[in-house]
């Protein structure tokens, strides 16, 4: 049902109007009527109808002024006017209120029914319109903690890819490059930087607590991304658009973390809350952040801990280019030696631009990386051998370096050796695998083997082993046994004397009818058939 106001001073045009109502609408519309400007402002700050019929001219404040005043707290409501007269003016200041229908006096059944008609049209719109909102939100209200925890425990498994947080990102509308975590540890007491009974706590936490305590956050920190309950923890990530935190920003955070501990303590049965931040990173470097909140929070008993504030976080000169350094490691990480030269080009070239009298420093940070960058390369796990005595030139290499253009040229050659290692030695360790896999099918491929034989030669599991070989060679490994069975089968079916029952044998199949089916399915024809044909 919805409501309607009809205003005019004539009470016989207001009888004639809730009479239409009635008579047509039955059962859709409560009623109300108003006889002058005032009664009708009054009338609608109680009533909150949906639909007015205002009269424009009326005693004292006229219909003009009353839709203009009615507007302010009613901002959805339909108006259509009624006047005797014709008035330009007045017909444009009502399509400024953004009336629906401007009517004039006198007016016939008709006009009214349709009117009222193209109202309820536009109400019932505006309903569905309300109730898709709310379902769209309920149901988001359910995916967004979805996608917020997948998001948090991606960043502090550092299990994502660059895809994976960019689409991350999209979905729950970070526009920054940077961020930093939030650890609430809780538990019955604190004892000195310990809660206690972490482990009761948690399932208090996951069962009762948990959406009390993300309200809070959410209420004090708008742009907080919140994850599950792990432990006796909640992760949290904020994003950030600077690579450096402001001091009075870290103070805001502070402050409202304290009043958030407090807030969760008494929402939630008098457990104790206690919150560790960790410093600005990189989005994908969010692991680090993380850690050092937990860092923070064990190197004091406070409620809250911020690493800035501690002995514990790496701390860089105001103009240290720590993103460069990040990029320049993350994609020598991922063996991509284009870009990892690129970054340290730009390292190097930084350390010319403000230290270039500082000679040794500038030495010292070249073999810092080389060394770092190799030591990566070792870690990568792609088959690189360390080699003790493989790097006893570097010293004198780079302090005895003529220039600095030569000693950059050292340096960036060092870089992209090590990426390009990387990303070899995983390609060449997916190739000798391969390889060796394709020699032991050529050596075993007259007997009976299965996935998970070859699986265990190369001691691998048989899904990633499948995985593999699907990757490398575009087919499964039955497939390609098969395959390399039937033209075993071909080249045996040239010799006369040998049988079908003696090649199945030998390729690997002790059932005849099965290796008949297999090798028709391959070739179109029965092994008899195409021994036959290759006989003639």
């Known amino acids: 049902m919805y409501r309607i106001m009809l205003t005019d001073d004539e009470g016989i045009v207001l009888n004639s109007l809730t009479f239409l109502v009635e008579k047509n609408f039955e059962g859709q519309f409560e009623i109300e009527t108003a006889k002058s400007g005032r009664a009708a402002i009054e009338t609608a700050e109680h009533f909150r109808p949906d639909v007015i019929f205002m009269d424009i001219q009326m005693p004292g404040i006229n219909g003009i002024d009353a839709m203009r005043e009615i507007r302010e707290f009613l901002p959805g409501v339909i108006f259509i006017v009624l006047t005797a007269y014709d008035k330009f003016d007045y017909a444009k200041e009502a399509i400024n209120l953004g009336v629906m229908e401007y009517i004039n006096k006198p007016f016939n059944q008709q006009a009214i029914v349709d009117v009222i008609n193209q109202a309820v049209k536009e109400l019932d719109l505006r309903r569905e319109k309300r109730r898709n909102e709310l379902r769209t939100k309920e149901r988001l209200e359910t995916v967004v ?15 994502h890819f660059e895809e994976d947080i960019s689409n991350y990102k999209n979905l729950l509308g970070i526009e920054a490059e940077y961020g930093f975590m939030m650890v609430i540890v809780f538990g019955d007491s604190q004892q000195d930087n310990y809660m206690t009974n972490n482990i009761g706590s948690s399932i208090r936490a996951q069962t009762t607590y948990y959406s009390k305590v993300r309200e809070i956050l959410k209420e ?17 990530f904020f994003p950030y658009d600077e690579s450096v935190m402001k001091y009075r920003d870290r103070e805001d955070i502070i402050e409202k973390s304290r009043v958030a501990a407090r807030a969760m303590r ?15 990173v990189r989005i994908a470097d969010s692991v680090n952040s993380y850690e050092d909140a937990i860092k923070a929070l064990y190197s004091t008993n406070g409620s809250v801990a911020h690493v800035d504030d501690l002995p514990i976080a790496v701390s860089y000169e105001s103009n240290y280019p720590i993103d460069i350094e990040d990029k320049l490691f993350d994609y020598l990480g991922k063996g991509n030696a284009d870009e990892a030269v690129v970054y340290a080009s730009k390292f190097f070239d930084w350390m010319l ?25 070792y870690r990568s796990g792609t088959g690189t051998i360390y080699r003790f005595g493989s790097r006893t030139t570097y010293l004198n290499d780079v302090m005895t370096s003529p220039t600095m253009d030569a000693l950059k040229t ?3 050659d060092k870089i992209r050796t090590a990426a390009e290692n990387i990303n070899k030695g995983s390609v060449d360790h997916t190739h000798h695998l391969i390889k060796k896999a394709l020699e ?10 299965s996935l998970d034989d070859i699986s265990k030669e190369l001691n691998l599991s048989t899904y990633y082993f499948s995985k593999l070989f699907k990757e490398e060679k575009g087919e499964n490994f ?5 395959e390399r069975r039937v033209e ?35 070739t179109g024809m029965t092994p008899t058939e195409y021994k036959d044909k290759v006989e003639n």
């Open 410 to 412: 050292w340096y960036l």
């Open 478 to 482: 039955v497939e390609y046994l098969t």
């Open 266 to 280: 008494a929402a939630t049965d008098d457990t104790h809350y206690r919150i560790g931040i960790g410093g600005v």
């Open 353 to 377: 631009d403000t230290s270039k009298d500082d000679v040794m420093s500038i030495r010292l940070k070249a073999l810092e990386y080389v060394l770092r960058a190799e030591s990566d390369m």
């Open 488 to 522: 075993r089968a071909k080249e045996l079916m040239k010799d006369p004397s040998r049988s079908i029952k003696e090649i199945s044998s030998e390729c690997g199949y002790s059932d005849p009818n099965y290796f008949s089916r297999i090798f028709k399915k391959n």
């Open 145 to 159: 903690p979805i996608i917020e925890n997948g998001f948090v425990f991606s960043l502090i498994l550092h299990e």
């Open 220 to 236: 004090t920190f708008p742009d907080v991304i919140v994850g599950n309950v792990t432990s006796n923890k909640i992760p949290a």
């Open 440 to 449: 032991y099918i050529e050596e075993n491929y007259s007997k009976d083997i």
